[in-house]
C-alpha cells in the first residue's frame, strides 16, 4: 500500500474531519505560543510527550521514480498543548536496498529525541506505531548493517540525557499529525526535483546555511552520517587547519573524525596536502619526529620510518663518532645525520661540526643565532623554536611539553619548577 494510502486510512476520508483536525492543530500551537504564569515545579517534574514518525514513499517526479525519506515530530506537554512541530525530508539511499524503513524510523526517532534535547526536556514519553527500532536497542534484533550500527550507538548516547524515558507502541490513528507532517516532507522534498537538459537534478538543504544545493555537492561524515553542503565543509575544514586542528564534524557536540581520503574533493590540492601533513604529525610521538634539514624538503618523518628508509650497511658504518648517525631522507633521499639534525658530516663528529665553519655558515647557525637575538625559546621534548607573542611565561606547546618561557624549566601538573616570574604586564596587555 502506498503511503499516501495508509496515511488516508490513518486519518480518515472525511475531509471535514480532516479540516477540524488541522483547526486543532492550529489552535494547539497558538495556545503553545501564548505565555503562562511560571511555576516553581513545573518544567524539572512534567513528563512531556513526544510523538514522531518516519516514512518512506516512491514518488514520480518528470517519469522517474524515486524513494524519498519523510520524519514528523510533535511534541505536547502535560496538558497536551502542543510545544513544537518538526519535519524532516532527504532522497532515501540506493546502498541501503531493503533496510529503508528501519533506517528512517531510527533516524525519526534521532531526530525526535534532538528535538526534546534541543528545547530542554529531561523527562520524555515517546510514541510511535512501530517496534523495529525498538528490537534493535533492546538487542532482540542483531544489527544488519554498519549504519544502522551508527544510528543505535547514537540513539544509546542521546537517551542517556533524559532522567526519565519510556517507549510507548499506539496505533496509527493515535499519531495521525505526525504522519502528515512526514507526508508534508516527502511532498516538500520531492518538489525541489527540477527538469534540466542533463537529466533529473537532485537538491538537498545544508543545515549550517539552509540553502539548497545538488546532492553531489553534499559532504555525508562517514562515521555519524551527519550531511552539509560541499562549501561550508570547506570553509570549516580550512579554519579548523588554520587553527593547527584536524577538523570534526561541525554538528553540535558530535566529535566524529573527517576521514582524511573524503576531505580530497573539499579541499585544494595544498590544503590537503597540508591536512594530510597534519595527520601524520598527530600519529607520531614528539620524541620520534624527524624532519629533513634540507630547506627545499623539510619532510616530516618518524625515526623508525627513517631507519628503514636508510640501507643498514650505511647506518651501521662506524666513523670518527662512534655509530654512525646517517639517515636518508624518505622524500628527498638526501643524507642527514640522526643525531644533530643537520646534512650528513662525514667523518666528522657532532660536536666538532657544531665547532666548524661549515656549521657556523649554514642555515641552522643562523637561525639559532636569531633565536638567541629574539629571545626565543626552543621545547626541550620537540625541540622546535616557540616565540611568545603576548601571554604568560607558562608556554604549552603543540606536542604536549608544559615549561618557563624564561629558563626553558618544566611544569609538572601544571606548576612551575622554578622561581621565575609568571607574567610581564607589557605581554598581556595588548595596545
Same mark, same amino acid.
Given at each position: 500500500?502506498?503511503?499516501?494510502?495508509?496515511?488516508?486510512?490513518?486519518?480518515?476520508?472525511?475531509?471535514?474531519?480532516?479540516?477540524?483536525?488541522?483547526?486543532?492543530?492550529?489552535?494547539?500551537?497558538?495556545?503553545?505560543?501564548?505565555?503562562?504564569?511560571?511555576?516553581?515545579?513545573?518544567?524539572?517534574?512534567?513528563?512531556?510527550?513526544?510523538?514522531?514518525?518516519?516514512?518512506? !514513499?516512491?514518488?514520480?517526479?518528470?517519469?522517474?521514480?524515486?524513494?524519498?525519506?519523510?520524519?514528523?515530530?510533535?511534541?505536547?506537554?502535560?496538558?497536551?498543548?502542543?510545544?513544537?512541530?518538526?519535519?524532516?525530508?532527504?532522497?532515501?539511499?540506493?546502498?541501503?536496498?531493503?533496510?529503508?524503513?528501519?533506517?528512517?524510523?531510527?533516524?525519526?526517532?534521532?531526530?525526535?529525541?534532538?528535538?526534546?534535547?534541543?528545547?530542554?526536556?529531561?523527562?520524555?514519553?515517546?510514541?510511535?506505531?512501530?517496534? !523495529?527500532?525498538?528490537?534493535?536497542?533492546?538487542?532482540?534484533?542483531?544489527?544488519?548493517?554498519?549504519?544502522?550500527?551508527?544510528?543505535?550507538?547514537?540513539?544509546?548516547?542521546?537517551?542517556?540525557?533524559?532522567?526519565?524515558?519510556?517507549?510507548?507502541?499506539?496505533?496509527?490513528?493515535?499519531?495521525?499529525?505526525?504522519?502528515?507532517?512526514?507526508?508534508?516532507?516527502?511532498?516538500?522534498?520531492?518538489?525541489?526535483?527540477?527538469?534540466?537538459?542533463?537529466?533529473?537534478?537532485?537538491?538537498?538543504?545544508?543545515?549550517?546555511?539552509?540553502?539548497?544545493?545538488?546532492?553531489?555537492?553534499?559532504?555525508?561524515?562517514?562515521?555519524?552520517?551527519?550531511?552539509?553542503?560541499?562549501?561550508?565543509?570547506?570553509?570549516?575544514?580550512?579554519?579548523?587547519?588554520?587553527?593547527?586542528?584536524?577538523?570534526?564534524?561541525?554538528?553540535?557536540?558530535?566529535?566524529?573524525?573527517?576521514?582524511?581520503?573524503?576531505?580530497?574533493?573539499?579541499?585544494?590540492?595544498?590544503?590537503?596536502?597540508?591536512?594530510?601533513?597534519?595527520?601524520?604529525?598527530?600519529?607520531?610521538?614528539?620524541?620520534?619526529?624527524?624532519?629533513?634539514?634540507?630547506?627545499?624538503?623539510?619532510?616530516?618523518?618518524?625515526?623508525?620510518?627513517?631507519?628503514?628508509?636508510?640501507?643498514?650497511?650505511?647506518?651501521?658504518?662506524?666513523?670518527?663518532?662512534?655509530?654512525?648517525?646517517?639517515?636518508?631522507?624518505?622524500?628527498?633521499?638526501?643524507?642527514?645525520?640522526?643525531?644533530?639534525?643537520?646534512?650528513?658530516?662525514?667523518?666528522?663528529?657532532?660536536?666538532?661540526?657544531?665547532?666548524?665553519?661549515?656549521?657556523?655558515?649554514?642555515?641552522?647557525?643562523?637561525?639559532?643565532?636569531?633565536?638567541?637575538?629574539?629571545?626565543?625559546?626552543?621545547?626541550?621534548?620537540?625541540?622546535?623554536?616557540?616565540?611568545?607573542?603576548?601571554?604568560?611565561?607558562?608556554?604549552?606547546?603543540?606536542?604536549?611539553?608544559?615549561?618557563?618561557?624564561?629558563?626553558?624549566?618544566?611544569?609538572?601538573?601544571?606548576?612551575?619548577?622554578?622561581?621565575?616570574?609568571?607574567?610581564?604586564?607589557?605581554?598581556?596587555?595588548?595596545?
Amino acid at each position: 500500500m502506498e503511503v499516501a494510502d495508509e496515511l488516508a486510512a490513518a486519518i480518515g476520508a472525511d475531509p471535514d474531519e480532516d479540516f477540524a483536525f488541522q483547526l486543532q492543530m492550529q489552535e494547539a500551537v497558538t495556545a503553545s505560543l501564548t505565555p503562562k504564569p511560571s511555576s516553581s515545579s513545573s518544567s524539572n517534574d512534567d513528563v512531556f510527550k513526544v510523538y514522531f514518525k518516519g516514512l518512506v !514513499s516512491d514518488e514520480t517526479v518528470s517519469n522517474v521514480k524515486m524513494s524519498f525519506a519523510g520524519i514528523g515530530v510533535a511534541v505536547f506537554d502535560a496538558s497536551d498543548c502542543c510545544l513544537v512541530k518538526a519535519r524532516k525530508s532527504y532522497l532515501v539511499d540506493a546502498d541501503s536496498p531493503g533496510t529503508e524503513d528501519e533506517l528512517v524510523e531510527l533516524e525519526g526517532l534521532i531526530e525526535a529525541l534532538n528535538v526534546a534535547v534541543n528545547h530542554g526536556l529531561k523527562r520524555v514519553r515517546v510514541f510511535s506505531d512501530c517496534n !523495529s527500532g525498538y528490537r534493535y536497542l533492546t538487542r532482540k534484533r542483531k544489527r544488519t548493517s554498519s549504519k544502522i550500527a551508527t544510528l543505535i550507538d547514537q540513539l544509546n548516547d542521546i537517551q542517556s540525557k533524559f532522567i526519565y524515558y519510556e517507549r510507548f507502541h499506539v496505533k496509527k490513528n493515535d499519531i495521525r499529525f505526525v504522519y502528515e507532517l512526514a507526508r508534508d516532507a516527502i511532498t516538500f522534498e520531492a518538489a525541489n526535483w527540477d527538469n534540466s537538459d542533463s537529466g533529473m537534478t537532485i537538491t538537498e538543504q545544508c543545515t549550517i546555511c539552509f540553502e539548497y544545493v545538488v546532492s553531489d555537492q553534499i559532504f555525508s561524515v562517514n562515521k555519524c552520517l551527519h550531511r552539509y553542503c560541499f562549501s561550508c565543509m570547506r570553509k570549516h575544514a580550512e579554519a579548523k587547519l588554520l587553527q593547527g586542528k584536524l577538523p570534526e564534524c561541525p554538528h553540535e557536540k558530535c566529535e566524529s573524525k573527517i576521514e582524511i581520503e573524503s576531505c580530497k574533493k573539499l579541499l585544494e590540492p595544498e590544503l590537503y596536502k597540508i591536512l594530510r601533513s597534519r595527520v601524520k604529525e598527530a600519529s607520531i610521538r614528539p620524541s620520534d619526529k624527524v624532519y629533513c634539514p634540507f630547506s627545499n624538503c623539510s619532510a616530516l618523518m618518524s625515526k623508525d620510518e627513517v631507519k628503514e628508509h636508510t640501507p643498514a650497511s650505511s647506518s651501521s658504518s662506524s666513523t670518527a663518532a662512534g655509530e654512525s648517525g646517517m639517515r636518508k631522507c624518505v622524500e628527498c633521499n638526501c643524507r642527514f645525520c640522526i643525531n644533530c639534525k643537520v646534512p650528513w658530516h662525514d667523518n666528522v663528529t657532532c660536536s666538532d661540526y657544531m665547532k666548524s665553519f661549515l656549521f657556523q655558515s649554514s642555515n641552522e647557525a643562523k637561525l639559532k643565532s636569531l633565536a638567541t637575538k629574539e629571545g626565543w625559546r626552543e621545547c626541550k621534548n620537540c625541540m622546535n623554536l616557540v616565540e611568545l607573542a603576548s601571554g604568560c611565561y607558562h608556554i604549552d606547546c603543540r606536542c604536549g611539553y608544559q615549561f618557563c618561557y624564561t629558563c626553558g624549566a618544566e611544569w609538572v601538573d601544571k606548576k612551575q619548577t622554578c622561581g621565575c616570574r609568571l607574567w610581564d604586564e607589557h605581554n598581556i596587555i595588548y595596545a
